[in-house]
């Protein structure tokens, strides 16, 4: 038998069962015994009736002295057994229509009877004869696995018991012995053995801090091996210019002391021969973009061309637009490239003939068509819509090994970034320009609508814009929301029928949503209705007011995503969540949100109810699930790994311990020590 083999190798496994594992992900050995308990039943705590406490689940040994067969008030069979336990003292074991129990227990025998005791009594305890040759078994901390229907209690227990007494557990180790020794953990048999049927607390806690650090461990090193940044490139040395600090001495601001600190963090990596590679986490409105334009500037003073790579044309546009604002005069020819602009081919033959200085544009700068002459330096706009790959291929459009700087307006606890950003060092923007108001969140029941519209009637008046969000595009039978087609009817034709309403949604084509954003910015429109199209777009500096409805539909990160949309100008800005019907989860997301601001302590909450999983969106789910570590109770052994991967990088690095080198090239090929991944 091997750890990789499939399911269907184990005995008693057939079709049916094979089904039901599957559905808990469960389709090879190693899948079975890597599938953990949620918690124990603790079976080693033998009491006598004396000295047990009401309510409590214990372990009692008693004597048969007689067996009452009885009909009860519904006439059911009700056996009640009478016991005496080790010190002489009388209890009742009471048992509903149980015929195998007659068979069972026989008079004048012991047995070790387990239950939650009440007044004397058991009703239903699990129990064995003390002669049983399985007594050791019964008499020890026993696991409760997650199921799924179909799928008993006992079935899962028997197999793995069965399997971890068949396979030769002992013969598989995953880590090295240099990791395993210098992080004084367990072996990888111990922890297996221990985390389903623990000698003991310590026992368990010691395979559990293995098994935790070995999670860690291995996604860690997986995705820094999968970004194919384990060994650092040798780049670019760009050399400090007094160009630069001049553009940021004459900007229209003072840089926040965030933006001091990140901007030398970016110009120090630059100053340096490798290849940088670096994440900008802030929130929005925390001032990313002229980050963004100081470093570019810095590279264009070095004689570099650079990348500017936003997630759509609308943005790409904005940031188009500001950048010529901002280097008026300085001689930096910026160009657009999107699949809408008219005159592409001239400008491929400017990027590759080096007659363009920075490139913003969108996909677009992907096109085998785009090459660079001399590209220095590659920024990425709202980095979850750009994979890695795309960043690659961004990169080889060169004969230069360009720095790459990405930049997030969703804010990921420092924790989780440290998992999913192994292969970038992370700036944090925890600071909101001088002057920017926080935006007023309100929790609105639907049944004060008309207050909230009279109040927002009353800042359109004033000359200020309004967003309206909903779930749904159209009405759906089954859900009782409100959708963007009957809201926009809604509120253009009765409610707000003084003012200009449009609606914008996912199913328009690209040019009819960029024309309804362009007039809603331009200020023709009061109103927009939407789907979530608008969490990520260009910046309406005069709209104020933004109304969510169906809040309870929404995560917290979308929920802060969208409230980000207003709270761009010097008006103070609004944000309304409606919602009526809240359960407990939706009730801790209006709760926060209407507290803080503050999106690193909304992610770090948003972290807590919905795990790492899901915090990360549909494109990314999968990439961590974990199976018994816990990003936020088990930062402390997070943080170990960290240490220990590190150390592993520089060994491997050094060429000079074959072990290491050996297991690293193994994980690469996704074989760990002893098994295949």
Known sequence: MNINDNIESLKGVGSKRQSY?????????????????????????????????????????????????????????????????????????????????????????????FGKIENRKMIHPDFI???????????????????TNGLMQWHLLKMINNLLKELNIDDYESLIDDIVKRNNLCSYGYAIRNIHFPNDKEAYKVAKYRLIFEEFFNIQLRLILLKNNFEEEEGIKFQMKDMVNNFVDNLSF??????????????????????????????????????????????????????????TELLAIQHYNSFISYFDGRGVNVRCLTSSIKNKEQIYKEIENDAVDIVIGTHALLQDKVKFNNLGLIITDEQHRFGVRQREKLSKKSNTKP???????????????????????????????????????????????????????????????????????????KLDLLSVEKYY?????????????????????????????????????????????????????????????????????????LRGRVGRGSFQSY????????????????????????????????????????ILGIRQSGIIEFKIANIIKNNDILVQTQKEIKFLINEYKSGENKEIIEFVNNVSKGIFKGYKI
């Open 129 to 147: 004869n003390e002669k049983s040759q399985n007594v050791d078994e019964f008499l020890r901390i026993t696991p409760v696995y997650p199921l």
């Open 575 to 614: 944000c309304f969540l409606l919602a009526d019907k809240l359960g407990k989860i939706s009730k801790e997301r209006i709760k926060i949100m209407t507290e803080t601001n503050d999106g690193f302590r909304i992610s770090e909450k948003d972290l807590e109810l919905r795990g790492p999983g899901d």
């Open 254 to 311: 003072k840089l926040t002391g965030a933006q001091s600190r990140v901007l030398e963090e970016i110009f120090n990596d630059m100053q340096k021969k490798k290849v940088m590679n670096r994440i900008i986490q802030g929130d929005v409105g925390s001032g990313k973009t002229v980050i963004a334009m100081a470093a570019l500037y810095l590279s264009y003073l070095n004689g570099y061309q650079g990348a500017f790579m936003a997630p």
């Open 21 to 113: 594992l599957h559905k808990l992900n469960i389709y090879t050995i190693k899948d079975l015994i890597n599938h953990y308990p949620i918690r124990y039943i603790n079976k080693t705590k033998i009491c006598s009736v004396k000295n047990a406490t009401h309510g409590e689940n214990i372990t009692i040994k008693g004597k048969v002295i007689n067996i009452v067969n009885r009909k009860n008030y519904k006439r059911k069979s009700l056996i009640t057994v009478l016991l005496k336990d080790k010190i002489g003292d009388n209890f009742e074991a009471v048992f509903f229509n149980p015929k195998y129990v007659v068979n069972r227990l026989k008079i004048d025998e012991v047995y070790y009877f």
């Open 403 to 477: 720095d790459v700087l990405v930049m997030s307006a969703t804010p990921i606890p420092r924790t989780l970034s440290m998992v999913i950003h192994g292969d970038l060092d992370i700036s944090v923007i925890d600071e909101l320009p001088v002057g920017r108001k926080e935006i007023s969140t309100h929790y609105i029941k639907k049944n004060k609508k008309n207050e909230m519209y009279d109040f927002i009637r009353k800042n359109i008046n004033e000359g200020r814009q309004a967003y309206f969000v909903c779930p749904l595009v159209e009405d759906s039978e």
């Open 489 to 561: 009817y809604e509120l253009n034709e009765v409610v707000f029928k003084e003012f200009n309403v449009e609606m914008i949604h996912g199913k328009l084509k690209n040019n009819e949503k960029d024309e309804i954003m362009s007039r809603f910015k331009n200020g023709e429109v009061d109103i927009l209705v939407s789907t979530t199209v608008i969490e990520v777009g260009i910046d309406v500096t005069n709209a104020n007011i933004m109304v969510i409805e169906n809040a309870e539909r929404f995560g917290l990160s979308q929920l802060h995503q």
